[in-house]
């Protein structure tokens, strides 16, 4: 400790502005200079004792913070690598779907989230010029917005994956049509009226945006695939019938047994032998079943008259000889009553076909009207979406700018 003269000449005097004077006591003055040079020594010390401390602390963060840095572009090169790897492998570039972006970035924010806890919850770190406190609950908050955004998301994952099922179900609707359309050829209803019908519909699903559930679509799918099963049954056995008819008939031109690869060449062929038998045959062979009808009736009329008597026996003789005509038409008799009873099931099956067909394009109708109900919350749905990716936009570019100025 210093000691301190008490001389009058070196205790200091105060003047006022009245020139009036002050002088301190000796006792008073060095015991006050005293404690103020202590307490200056102690701040000093004090001072000295707490810089160390910040820049130790300083010196930690910023080591954190490099490593944090370092292992952040490690990552970021290791991923790198690893996408060119695969678009090396894939040479067809897949686009991201909205569920894929929506984790990846859940992911990337999750990350930096523990990151930067893990630099917050170090007992010797303390804030730097940028508050890493303010910078977590930025992320947080973005994070909870970003999981507000997953619902939208998901309808635009699944609207995808409805889109491809539509596409399916259009070509299958196609497939349908035009064998609706061959099959109406042969049968009642004339096929223009059905093709103006048909592009009708078509041009007005074209412009709406719709959207149907995943069951709801799946369903529909397996039964027109059931009625197309059905219907290729019924058309094999037609096929049959009218190979039956052919060698009745003696029309062998077309062979029954050829391998069919799809369904429209075979109702093509079914076609071609249905043209072969004409009306004028089908007129002909009716005709000669009701002559045989007829000449059975007066047979029946002449055996009733026949009695044991001369005048019955020349009758007798009479008819025998009228048998001798009827032997050459017996024998085809059974023939024609079967080629009558294979084309009589033919027309039923040819009937309940078309009823079929009608079916689906009443359940066509239906499921129009359903999309054109539906068509408004499509719209509504990708104006939300167009909004989140917006604030989603905004929110990165904050970040980038937050990165950038922390880097510095």
Not at 8 to 37: C, L, M
Not at 38 to 65: A, C, G, H, P, W
Not at 370 to 381: C, D, N, R
Request: hydrophobic share 30%.
């Amino acid at each position: 400790m210093e000691t301190f003269s008490t001389d009058p000449k070196e205790i200091p005097i105060i003047k006022y502005h009245d020139g009036s004077k002050f002088q301190f006591e000796s006792n008073n003055y060095t015991n006050n200079r005293q404690v103020s040079e202590e307490s200056i020594s102690v701040e000093k010390s004090l001072s000295q004792f707490q810089n160390k401390e910040v820049e130790f602390d300083r010196v930690l963060f910023q080591q954190r913070l490099d490593h944090f840095k370092n292992e952040r572009k490690e990552n970021l090169k290791q991923k790198a690598h690893s996408t060119q790897i695969n678009e090396k492998k894939n040479t067809v570039p897949q686009k991201e779907t909205s569920i894929q972006q929506y984790k990846r970035l859940n992911l990337e924010i999750s990350q930096f989230i523990s990151d930067l806890q893990s630099v917050i919850n170090e007992p010797n770190v303390i804030d730097s010029e940028i508050s890493t406190q303010e910078l977590l609950k930025m992320t947080q908050g973005l994070q909870s917005k970003l999981n507000e955004t997953k619902l939208p998301f998901l309808v635009g994952d699944e609207n995808e994956t409805k889109n491809e099922q539509e596409k399916e179900k259009e070509d299958l609707q196609k497939k349908f049509q035009k064998e609706k359309e061959i099959l109406n050829n042969l049968g009642e209803t004339s096929t223009k009226e059905i093709n103006t019908t048909q592009e009708k519909k078509k041009s007005s699903s074209k412009k709406i945006n719709y959207e149907l559930n995943v069951s709801a679509l799946s369903e529909d799918i397996k039964d027109n695939e059931k009625q197309k099963k059905e219907n290729n049954d019924e058309i094999l056995k037609l096929d049959l019938q009218i190979s039956k008819l052919e060698k009745i008939t003696g029309i062998n031109e077309i062979q029954g047994n050829i391998s069919f690869l799809d369904c429209k060449t075979h109702i093509k062929f079914i076609k071609e032998k249905l043209k072969k038998l004409t009306n004028e045959e089908m007129e002909s062979l009716i005709q000669k079943i009701e002559f045989v009808s007829s000449q059975l009736k007066v047979l029946e009329d002449q055996l009733k008259t026949i009695s044991i008597s001369k005048i019955s026996n020349q009758n007798i003789s009479k008819i025998y000889q009228m048998m001798e005509n009827w032997e050459i038409i017996i024998p085809t008799l059974p023939s024609l009553l079967n080629r009558l009873k294979l084309l009589e099931i033919a027309q039923n099956e040819k009937k309940s076909i078309i009823g079929r067909i009608e079916q689906l394009s009443n359940s066509q109708e239906i499921i129009q009207k359903t999309l054109l109900q539906q068509s408004p919350i499509v719209q509504e749905i990708n104006d939300q979406l167009l909004s989140n990716f917006k604030y989603i936009r905004d929110n990165i570019e904050q970040l980038e700018q937050q990165f950038k100025s922390f880097k510095k």
